[in-house]
């Protein structure tokens, strides 16, 4: 009888521990689905915010570069020696106006909270600024033809010196000596109408969208400055024949 009574309480707390770990069981399936659903929520808020940091790193990046090469032409345009003072006004306002708002746009881009709207202050960098494309050239445009107005005033100077002494020569000279005078002079008249208004005409040109609009607004300044470069090299070749030809 005893033991009959021992066996069935046995087999009741077996039933029991039986029941507990098939409520184990029965439990694990729906909090194996939660874990694993929290961790791919969890996944892919890291990978987001991952694809943001970089977005907005490599924003922070290319407007500090944009904001050093407008630093570089800030002291190219301060130390220039031949700009005249209101072509290194408007150059230098301009370019402060730049700097300004690409510090303020950087701000902007580092508090962005989408990846999206980062790229659209990418956007705003390149086409409200266009400082590679657009305000680099104008100051080294500028500067050429800036220098090379320069030089044409001294050879004109040069030409009005060797004019005279030539004046001075039995005959006014020997017919090269006067053939080396006038192209002189044609050189530099050259040089100054290729150089005419492209200073102006650089200056007015303004960033965009449309860098081949930009290209093309800016093609004329460059052709006018390797036109006039050549012009001014003839000149000056005129006038070093002509005055060694006068002191021989």
């Known amino acids: 009888m005893k033991a009959a009574l021992r066996l069935g309480a046995t087999a009741a707390a077996a039933a029991l521990a039986l029941g ?11 909090a194996t689905a939660t874990t694993t659903a929290s961790a791919t929520s969890t996944g892919k808020t890291t ?4 694809r943001l940091t970089a977005a907005k790193d490599l924003a922070t990046s290319r407007i500090q570069g944009r904001l ?25 306002t301009q370019i402060s106006s730049d700097l300004s708002g690409l510090t303020a746009l950087q701000t902007k881009a580092s508090a962005e909270t989408t990846v999206a709207a980062v790229h659209t202050d990418e956007t705003a960098m390149v086409d409200d600024y266009r400082v ?24 004109q100077k040069a030409y009005v010196a060797l004019s005279d002494l030539l004046a001075k ?4 000279g020997t017919s090269e000596q006067k053939s080396e005078l006038a192209d002189l002079q044609s050189q530099i008249i050259a040089a100054q109408a290729a150089i005419g208004n492209e200073v102006a005409a650089v200056l007015a040109i303004q960033p965009g969208p449309d860098a081949n609009s930009i290209e093309t607004a800016l093609a004329p300044a ?20 002509l005055r060694s030809s006068l002191k021989s």
Not at 132 to 155: F, G, H, K, N, W
Not at 222 to 229: F, L, Q
Request: glycine share 4%.
């Open 20 to 30: 507990a770990a098939g409520s184990a069981y029965a439990a694990t399936p729906g």
């Open 47 to 50: 990978a987001a915010q991952a």
């Open 68 to 92: 050093a090469t407008l630093r570089a032409l800030a002291l190219a345009v301060q130390d220039s020696k031949y700009l005249t003072s209101a072509e290194q006004s408007t150059l230098s």
């Open 132 to 155: 590679y494309l657009l305000m680099a050239p104008q100051v080294r445009l500028t500067e050429a033809l800036a220098a090379e107005t320069d030089a044409a005033s001294t050879l």
């Open 169 to 172: 020569q039995s005959g006014g």
């Open 222 to 241: 460059r052709s006018a400055v390797k036109t006039a470069h050549a012009d001014l090299l003839k000149a000056r070749d005129d006038a070093k024949a």
